[in-house]
């Protein structure tokens, strides 16, 4: 399945024109803060509006302005894992996790819950709220969540950003191993080069609102290992 | 002591209060969420009401709503008889003098709610009012739950829009606040005494109660 993007938009005297295709796999979009990138993500999954442009997963178009079809947020089986998680604060960890299975028996959401909490390492924290687990557990929480109605393609808003340094790599390992397992095509927001080294396939490389290159990582990265300067958080 | 005028106002201000939160969260959502046009002419008139001398609130009502108002041939159409000097009118006047206090207090919780759990729930599939019964109203809740203490305690206060839209009836239209008024005037001092205290203590102890239910935030 090819993830092919195109998004234009005006955003003050900001101006977001990216377009890349690329293969299921782990996506990274990499670039200095400000490029664009989360704007880009916001347009994929239907939580921004492009000014035109054109998204599709495969064979399934999600977005283009000049047929005007823009599938809503819902429809659009985009698993998103936001920034700070954005996990429902009044519900438990299983009930998070829940929350996107709101039409399957209730059997088979336990079961989903149970398979998913194992699958992130947290089986013992079902019942736990969001404010009693570490920034680690959180974010794994939040993939689960994100997982849990079986969604064609995973967005990540810099999954690491807000993790203990000491854990990170921990939970790259975690996360590349999960979309073994699952197979779901990820794509994921970053300034770490480490994210990019470790998890990506492919690497779309960020600068001011413009996809400058988009490739296999290790060919970019190769390509352009001189000019990469460590982003600074 | 009669304690008619203090059953009809708790009656009034519980069934105002009610249609309060039917019209007010719904728009305090919709003015914290979403741009269209009129948003800021609406807006003007949410917190007019909060303004305005209640006599004008109260005069205004007349205006519309009374004998020669043009919205009387409605009214007569609907029940039968006008609105004006009826316990219906005591509500429609608590009803608009109390709504503005619940919908800026919800308004400021839903403004204050991070929109990405809204968004995190559209990821999810969820349909938009699913979403607002199970992640906006419970996280906005102690938002909601001060605008809905603050609409009932300005409801069963109310006074002045009160006597202009509905008069001072005995055993019909007239409320707590009202016959508060009546017995002063009168000097019947003792009744005008009981009658305040009452009113504070049951007033005070629907207010206690509605901040625990808000208070009862479960994380």
Redesign the interface.
């Known amino acids: 399945m090819i993830i092919a993007v195109a998004v234009q938009r005006t955003l003050g005297s900001f101006r977001l024109h990216v377009a890349f295709a690329a293969p299921a796999g782990i996506t990274a979009l990499f670039g200095p803060s400000g490029s664009g990138k989360t704007l880009t993500l916001r347009s994929v999954a239907g939580l921004l509006r492009p000014d035109r442009g054109h998204v599709a997963l495969g064979q399934r178009v999600l977005y283009d302005s000049a047929s005007s079809l823009d599938l809503p947020t819902r429809d659009r089986r985009i698993g998103y894992v936001f920034q700070h998680y954005a996990l429902f604060p009044h519900l438990s960890a299983a009930a998070n996790i829940a929350y996107g299975l709101h039409d399957a028996s209730s059997t088979d959401r336990s079961l989903r819950v149970k398979e998913l909490l194992e699958m992130v390492g947290l089986a013992g924290f079902a019942e736990r709220h969001p404010h009693e687990l570490s920034g680690g557990q959180q974010q794994r929480v939040a993939l689960a969540r994100a997982l849990a109605p079986r969604p064609a393609l995973v967005l990540l808003d810099e999954p690491f950003a807000a993790i203990d340094s000491f854990v990170r790599d921990h939970l790259r390992e975690q996360l590349r191993a999960i979309h073994v397992r699952t197979e779901v095509p990820m794509i994921l927001v970053t300034h770490d080069i480490a994210d990019v080294r470790r998890l990506a396939d492919t690497v779309v490389l960020y600068g001011h609102g413009v996809a400058l290159e988009v490739g296999p990582t290790a060919d970019v990265l190769s390509r352009r290992e001189v000019q990469i300067p460590a982003y600074p958080g | 002591m009669d304690l008619a005028p203090l059953a009809l106002s708790l009656r009034v201000a519980a069934v105002a209060t009610a249609l309060g939160i039917a019209v007010g969260v719904p728009l305090a959502w919709l003015l914290a969420r979403k741009s269209f046009p009129g948003r800021d002419v609406i807006s003007v008139l949410v917190v007019l009401p909060m303004v305005l001398p209640p006599t004008v609130l109260g005069y205004g009502l007349l205006v519309l709503l009374g004998r020669q108002g043009p919205v009387d041939p409605a009214i007569q159409a609907l029940f039968g008889e006008g609105l004006v000097f009826t316990p219906a009118a005591a509500i429609v006047a608590a009803f608009v003098a109390a709504t503005p206090f619940l919908i800026r207090a919800a308004q400021g919780g839903f403004e204050q709610l991070?929109i990405?759990?809204e968004?995190?729930?559209?990821?999810?599939?969820?349909?938009e009012f699913?979403i607002f019964l199970?992640?906006t109203a419970?996280?906005a809740w102690r938002g909601i739950a001060a605008g809905i203490a603050l609409c009932f305690a300005r409801a069963i206060g109310e006074f002045g829009a009160t006597l202009m839209l509905a008069g001072n009836i005995p055993g019909r239209t007239q409320t707590a606040s009202i016959a508060i008024y009546d017995a002063v005037q009168a000097g019947r001092l003792e009744q005008a005494t009981s009658m305040a205290l009452a009113l504070g203590i049951v007033a005070g102890a629907v207010l206690f109660l509605l901040a625990r239910v808000g208070r009862g935030?479960?994380?």
């Open positions: 991070d990405a759990y968004e995190a729930a559209r990821t999810l599939g969820r349909r699913a199970t992640v419970p996280l935030a479960r994380w």
